[in-house]
């Protein structure tokens, strides 16, 4: 699936995904990663929404975001509630979605000047 829009100089966008590949600002990756307006990790190391720990919430909630968006692989998958509490706590908001709309609703939120982290797990 292919995106395009406009967006200020800086700012990652995803430019398109497939079930294997995300390609954000014109570059390629197999694996899961975390995006956010001024903000890529490429070696997320996740591959299932069940490996996300406190550790990996603590490190996403340190950016201050207002929404933290988890594509969660091909298909959406809840995780217990009491995993993502370190976001909840602190009022940022949590969105969990399958990864295609993941990487839609992250490109609204960051082309309405959103501060919006994703991670997106392939």
Not at 2 to 28: H, L, P
Not at 48 to 72: F, S, Y
């Amino acid at each position: 699936m292919k995106f395009s829009e406009d967006y200020a100089i800086g700012t990652n966008v995803i430019r398109s995904f497939t079930e294997n590949t995300i390609d954000v600002n014109n570059q390629s990756y197999g694996h899961s990663l975390i995006v956010g307006n001024n903000l890529l990790i490429t070696d997320w190391g996740i591959k299932h929404i069940e490996e996300l720990t406190l550790k990996n919430w603590q490190e996403l909630v340190q950016h201050k975001p207002e929404v933290i968006l988890i594509g969660t692989g091909k298909s959406l998958v809840f995780p217990h509630p009491s995993s993502y509490a370190p976001a909840i706590e602190l009022g940022i908001g949590v969105e969990f979605m399958d990864t295609t709309a993941a990487c839609r609703t992250y490109n609204v939120l960051v082309s309405e000047d959103r501060v919006v982290i994703a991670g997106i797990i392939l």
